[in-house]
């Protein structure tokens, strides 16, 4: 320790408004950054850049398909990886708790919320593309993000169910209600809000991947709109990359309209969450 | 007929118990599928090249009419961005852990730590539009000879993304430290600065570096904002002014253009898959153990 020395109460003082701008730096430059590109792209912003195809020309083009592909690709990703990610949480917390599978279940679920999401993009090639001959479509898209967001579903709903009081469970079986019926009425009502609001943060972070979506070959211009499970489709994130990847500058302000549709989308669904826990908050835990 | 209903309940019961349990081997078999997949691809890799033409070259033309196979120019590109976000990453995201887990008032805390959370939300798709539209024609004015694709933009912009990862685990490391800890060193006439450095830090370090090591393994495998502003060449360089390549965008080099199946250049993107697995799950599990010694001590 510094023997004999006062602590330096000015040393102190400088160090604490140090560390408070080194958390709000990051902070400061994403507002910046994202101030840059609404400033660049709320110009391009409108009716018809929502409900137009991409085009050659920038000042034509639009999101349509991109939107209408997200929009499908994010609800088909969420039908697939709900019903498994929320069964999956039920069989770990309420039934095989101390398990081998369920310690075999756990070990995975750890290691592949640490895979890479292009990683994802090799697996969903391999096996959903070619292997299953769902080619380059949509359905292959959300089966692929399905895999991504599931150990995030999984992980919310599990914290979801933990914070049901044991002596509601024990309650249920006293009653003479078997385990399942237990779960059903009495662990799943209560942990429902909680798993919701999990839920569709995970799904959200589909919403923005692009790069697994590029290794399955998802369209980067399509003149068209999915027109079922087997189509081709293009993404909100797919189309940005596209456009910034491109040397004119009017692009580039496409990208930038197209960043704040993504942002917003982001936005609303965060927001929605958000409301769902603070209202159930308020109800189960008066 | 009680007894009959107990039955066929049970029988109920234990049907349901298998169907959820069928969900939760999804799992098992995802991580099964990835190793199964890296395995035959890249064993029918190396029956075309050599091992030692993919460790020993030092240049990657894959698909080039004089292919060269050497793996170094993409492991220096994800190495040399990685870095440059973990330099950005870590002095921010440990003096911020420092301020919300010692300083903060309560109520700066409840506003900040959601807040900061937020960088981590944001799209990486996002982060690579920043990094080549506004990061890199700023930092041209600035750095004499920055290529227009460069190391340097995506590597800062990476370490803001990677911020919060380092700040949240680390905060929890340094909440973890007993308060008995600072009261001892109080006692002994330690100010908070002594504390801190002398005290809290060291005690915490295996929980700092666990959260370091995850945000390297985050880095390496990070792939739309080096994909869009770090060039698409590799090459063996610590240059961080010049185009290099990474593996992740390599990878998307290949997703864009259509190698035909079974095609040499189709498992290219598996050998380099594999190798960006096995990095990053190294990084995973070292961040683990740490993370359990942590817990332990």
Not at chain 2, 264 to 270: A, D, I, K, N
């Amino acid at each position: 320790m510094n023997r004999g020395r006062p602590p330096n109460r000015v040393l102190e003082r400088g160090f604490v408004w140090l560390c408070f701008f080194a958390t709000l730096l990051p902070i400061v430059v994403l507002a910046l950054l994202l101030g840059d590109v609404v400033i660049t792209g709320v110009g391009r912003l409108s009716w018809d850049f929502l409900t137009s195809f991409p085009s050659r020309n920038p000042d034509e083009a639009g999101i349509y398909p991109a939107v209408i592909g997200s929009v499908l690709l994010v609800a088909l990703t969420g039908a697939f990886a709900l019903p498994v990610g929320i069964a999956t949480a039920i069989y770990l917390e309420e039934y095989g708790k101390r398990g081998r599978i369920a310690n075999l279940v756990e070990i995975n679920i750890a290691n592949l919320a640490g895979v890479p999401s292009i990683i994802y993009g090799l697996l969903g090639l391999e096996v959903f593309v070619r292997f299953l001959g769902l080619g380059r479509s949509l359905l292959a898209g959300a089966l692929t993000l399905g895999l991504l967001v599931l150990p995030i579903v999984i992980m919310a709903s599990r914290e979801a169910l933990r914070t049901v009081p044991l002596e509601m469970r024990e309650a249920g079986l006293a009653l003479g209600a078997t385990q399942w019926r237990t779960v059903r009425s009495v662990v799943l009502p209560m942990a429902l809000p909680g798993i919701l609001t999990g839920s569709i943060l995970s799904v959200s972070r589909a919403i923005g991947e692009a790069a697994p979506l590029v290794m399955l070959g998802a369209a980067t211009a399509m003149n068209f709109v999915p027109d079922g499970l087997l189509s081709p489709f293009t993404a909100l994130p797919i189309q940005i990359f596209n456009w910034t990847s491109r040397p004119q500058a009017g692009f580039a302000v496409d990208a930038a309209a197209g960043i704040i549709v993504l942002m917003l989308t982001l936005l609303v669904l965060n927001g929605a969450a958000i409301w769902l826990r603070h209202r159930i908050q308020r109800r189960i835990f008066r | 007929m009680p007894r009959k209903r107990l039955v066929g309940s049970a029988a109920r019961e234990r049907s349901i118990e298998r169907a959820l349990l069928g969900c939760a081997s999804v799992s098992i078999v995802t991580t099964f599928a990835i190793l199964v997949i890296f395995a035959v691809e890249t064993f029918a890799f190396f029956t075309e090249v050599p091992l030692a033409k993919f460790l020993f070259d030092t240049e990657w033309t894959p698909l080039f009419a004089d292919a060269h196979f050497g793996i170094w120019p993409l492991v220096a590109g994800t190495l040399l961005t990685s870095a440059l976000a973990i330099a950005v990453a870590v002095p921010f995201g440990l003096l911020s852990a420092i301020y919300l887990g010692e300083f903060a008032p309560p109520r700066v805390r409840r506003i900040l730590k959601p807040t900061l959370e937020l960088l981590a939300g944001v799209p990486t798709i996002v982060y690579g539009y920043f990094a080549l539209v506004v990061l890199t024609p700023m930092l041209q004015k600035v750095i004499p000879g920055l290529a227009g694709l460069n190391a340097l933009s995506p590597g800062i912009v990476m370490g803001v993304m990677i911020v919060p990862m380092i700040t949240s685990l680390s905060e929890d490391a340094i909440q973890a430290v007993p308060q008995s800890l600072r009261e001892g060193a109080y006692a002994l006439g330690a100010g908070r600065l002594a504390t801190i450095f002398r005290v809290v830090l060291p005690t915490a370090l295996s929980g700092i570096a666990a959260s370091v090591v995850l945000a390297v393994s985050r880095a390496i495998g990070e792939t739309m904002i080096v994909a869009i502003a770090a060039g698409q060449e590799p090459r063996l360089t610590a240059d961080p002014r010049v185009p290099i390549e990474t593996m992740t965008t390599f990878m998307v080099q290949i997703g864009l253009g259509d190698a035909p199946t079974g095609s040499l250049g189709y498992r290219t993107l598996f050998v380099v898959g594999a190798s960006l697995f096995v990095m990053t799950f190294t990084a995973n599990l070292f961040s683990h153990r740490l993370a359990r010694r942590f817990r332990e001590r």
